[in-house]
């Protein structure tokens, strides 16, 4: 797709890892991008700094009439959509005996349904925009659990397990779909303090420029999969080789440090501070 105008969907672009890929690809030539998230302001000066042709459209993904609002939207001002970056996601973390199943699924409804929902509604225009392609932005706890974020761990193990399938489905049909494995990449929604206040743990922690550049080379140079940073990918190695060990680490202290606080929770907090 690298010689080839874009047309890009970037769903959660308010912020963080979308914000960061809107502004990588609209470097790329012939960028056309749709921003998409809630905070509308947010999206509406992003698009006035980015230097291509980009609009924007503001929903909460859970709804059930989003995706195809987002689709009539790029009907009517854009070419045929060749890239979906399904992006947008939340974390609350909880234990599953504090939080229970309604903390499951308000997490599998933005980071998997919402996603999937999306996908369908855009699907029959990628597969006749082809080569085209989907990214979906998992996550590293889509293949190791930790303590009170096995919700979004949930979430992000069927994120990967569908993404796989669904790879291998859609390549017959030139839609390519790849998958970005984050580690702990500091953003407003996944802040990761109490790792970047030590030293012992700080190089844990990477940013969105380098996460925004493995969404290129999945979205655009074709990758099936990307860790961000490379060297997580050996957590992924070493939870099926050595499981116990594994295990026996994270239920130490490693674990609960980190166990850092997410987005969603910081905007709760701040929600509760200002009633
Ligand atoms: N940062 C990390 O350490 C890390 C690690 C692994 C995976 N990830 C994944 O990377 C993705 C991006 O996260 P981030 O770190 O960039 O966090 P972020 O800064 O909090 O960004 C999340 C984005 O999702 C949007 N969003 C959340 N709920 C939404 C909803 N119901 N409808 C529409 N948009 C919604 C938010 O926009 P609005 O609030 O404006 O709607 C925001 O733009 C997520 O899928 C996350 O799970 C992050």
Redesign the pocket.
Known sequence: MENRPTVAVI?????????GTAWRLARKPDTRLIL????ED?LRELAKRLACETTWVA????EPDAPGRILAHAQEHHPPVNLLVN?????WRATFADGGYENVRRTME??FD?VLRLTETFLPMLRESAPSSIVN?????GRVSRPGSAA?SAS?YALIGWSDGLHLEEAPNGVHVGLVL?????????P?DELTGKLATRWMVSD?FKASEAVYETAILGKAERYVPRPYALIAMLKILAPSLVRKILSGGAGKAMTTST?ADAAEKKAKSEV
């Open positions: 769903t959660g672009a308010s912020s963080g890892i979308g914000e998409v998230a809630r905070r947010r929903a909460d993904l859970t992006n947008a996601g939340a974390a933005i980071n919402a932005i998992a996550s590293t706890a979004y992000k984050p580690g702990f990449i500091k953003t407003e929604g996944f990761a969105v987005g």
